[in-house]
Nanobody, 125 residues
C-alpha cells in the first residue's frame, strides 16, 4: 500500500504563489507517474498536471499552462506543484495521486491508484 500525503495549501491573494508538496511512501516511487487533480466547490474532480517517472515529460490542463509547474525529486519521494499567478478560480482542494503502472499519458482520475487526502487552496480576489 502506498501512502500519499499533500501539504502546502493555504490562503493567498490573487496573483500570489503557493507550492504544494506531495510525499509518497514506498521504495519504488520512481516507477510511479504522479499527478495533481483538484475539486472546486460544486464541481467535479479535474486533472491539473502530471509528470512521468523520470520527469522527462509533463502535461497540464490548459487553464494552468504557463502558471503551474509540476516537478519531482525521486531521491526524496516527493512531487511538487508550483503555482504562480493564482486566480480565484484556482480555489479548490488539490489532490496528489500515484499511478503504479507508470503510464506516460494518464490524465483521468481512474488512471491513478493511490490518492492523498487533499490540501485546500483558497485564492482571494
Amino acid at each position: 500500500q502506498v501512502q500519499v500525503v499533500e501539504s502546502g495549501g493555504g490562503l493567498v491573494q490573487a496573483g500570489g504563489s503557493l507550492r504544494l508538496s506531495c510525499a509518497a511512501s514506498g521504495s519504488i516511487f520512481s516507477s510511479y507517474t504522479m499527478g495533481w487533480f483538484r475539486r472546486a466547490p460544486g464541481k467535479e474532480r479535474e486533472f491539473v498536471a502530471r509528470i512521468t517517472r523520470t520527469g522527462d515529460s509533463t502535461y497540464y490542463v490548459d487553464s494552468v499552462k504557463g502558471r503551474f509547474t509540476i516537478s519531482r525529486d525521486n531521491a526524496k519521494n516527493t512531487v511538487y506543484l508550483q503555482m504562480n499567478s493564482l486566480k480565484p478560480e484556482d480555489t479548490a482542494v488539490y489532490y496528489c495521486a500515484a499511478d503504479a503502472s507508470g503510464r506516460r499519458y494518464g490524465i483521468y482520475w481512474y488512471d491513478y491508484d493511490y490518492w492523498g487526502q487533499g490540501t485546500q487552496v483558497t485564492v482571494s480576489s
